[in-house]
């Protein structure tokens, strides 16, 4: 099945700096790649996606990459805000008729910005 | 993106019990799945709940422990059977959306086993 690996496990960063989160996949079948923002006493929040046909997509201040070919995407947050202070998760995964979108996650990123 | 709810949203149980978590959206969905989420860790899948047909588990997981209902489009639930310490977490829900393949997550259940 598919692994995801998620760096770092941890992260500081100071306020209007940018963070990055970086994930890689084995599968070379997955084909969608989510990145969820999850707050403390939250549920997981959908924050972007890509897909395996767009190498890079963004959203205002959120931003994500994509290499198939070495297998790993990113999350970049520039101008950092104390309320981006959340953990991320990261997910791969690719398309099965019985079990529909099966995400695999990664190990999450406890991101703090320093006001 | 739908509306999901869970109930209840917390509880605390004892051990050798059995709790029912209940799991409503405000759109037919086809697919929704059931996830665990221990503290500080990150999301495991349990099982898929497919409308009509049997859920599919994941290694590790098995009806007799984690038995799903999904009566229709729109609700399923996950019975966290003969508990122990072991088995508290949050357990979240989430549905697929069609065509675009996102999942969006309920509130979560905690649960809490003494």
């Known amino acids: 099945g598919e692994n995801v690996e998620q760096h770092p496990s941890t992260l500081s960063v100071q306020e209007g700096d940018s963070a990055v989160i970086k994930c890689t996949y084995s599968d070379s079948a997955s084909n969608y790649f989510p990145w969820y923002k999850q707050e403390l006493g939250k549920r997981p929040q959908l924050i972007i996606d890509?897909?395996?046909?767009?190498g890079e997509k963004k959203d205002q201040r959120i931003a994500v990459t994509l290499n198939k070919t070495a297998k790993h995407f990113s999350l970049h947050i520039t101008e950092t805000q104390p309320e981006d202070s959340a953990v991320y998760f990261c997910a791969a995964s690719g398309t099965s008729s019985k079990t529909g979108n099966q995400f695999y996650f990664g190990t999450g990123t406890s991101l703090t910005v320093i006001p | 993106s739908a509306v999901i709810s869970q109930k209840p949203s917390r509880d605390i149980c004892q051990r050798g019990t059995s709790l029912t978590i209940q799991c409503q959206v405000d759109s037919q969905v086809t697919m929704m799945f059931w996830y665990r989420q221990q503290p500080g860790q990150s999301l495991t899948l349990i099982a898929t709940?497919?409308?009509?047909?049997?859920?599919?588990?994941e290694s590790g997981f098995v009806i007799d422990k984690f038995p799903i209902s999904r009566p229709n489009l729109t609700f399923s639930t996950l019975t966290v059977s003969n508990m122990s310490p072991e088995d508290s977490s949050i357990y979240l829900c989430?549905?697929?959306?069609?065509?675009?393949?996102?999942?969006?997550f309920g509130p979560g259940t905690r649960l809490t086993v003494t």
């Open positions: 989430s549905v697929e959306s069609f065509p675009e393949g996102e999942q969006y």
């Open positions: 890509i897909r395996s046909n767009v």
């Open positions: 709940a497919n409308q009509g047909s049997e859920a599919t588990y």
